[in-house]
């Protein structure tokens, strides 16, 4: 199935999704303290392993990781002669293993919903003086769940809360 999507991000936990689908869009927004799902004309109140689950999302995102060693609230530590375990207070951990040679991140491990995921990054380009991955596959359980094509990455876009919140 192939879809549309759209992640937005505002440090340090703010986080809104809109999905294109075959069948639909939806919209989801997460504060890091509570949030919605907003699919068709109904939108609901997000479940706590929702919530749970964007939480790990903003966690996750790459800009985030590498400045784990800022943050208080992580913990971060050698794993393997390539490799970074990331961890922080809510139970949140991932192993970031780093090419050796241009210092990028191949791989990010971490638990999911079923089983171990790993997302794997490749086609990396400059992007305003930063190198990003525009494909991203990811394995859920030992098999490939998806491969993410970015098409654009805008950084310091001028998000607002105000504008993320947004219901549809």
Known sequence: MKAKE???FLAPQVFRQELEMPFGKQVVFSD?????????KSTMAMPPAVLQQARGQVFRQLFWLALSD???EREVSADGDSGVRITDGSGEAVHLEVDSKT???VKLTYSGGSGEVVESYADWRDVQGFRLPFEITIHQGGK????????DY????????ENLAQKP
């Not at 890091?32 to 068709?40: D, F, M, P």
């Not at 490939?144 to 098409?151: E, N, P, T, Y």
Request: charged share 20%; proline share 6%; aromatic share 8%.
């Open 154 to 161: 805008r950084l310091n876009a001028g998000l607002k809360m």
């Open 32 to 40: 890091g303290k509570a949030g919605w799902i907003a699919s068709g």
């Open 144 to 151: 490939q769940f998806a491969i993410l094509r970015v098409q």
């Open 70 to 72: 800022r943050n208080p």
């Open 103 to 105: 210092s990028l991140p």
């Open 6 to 8: 759209e992640n937005f």
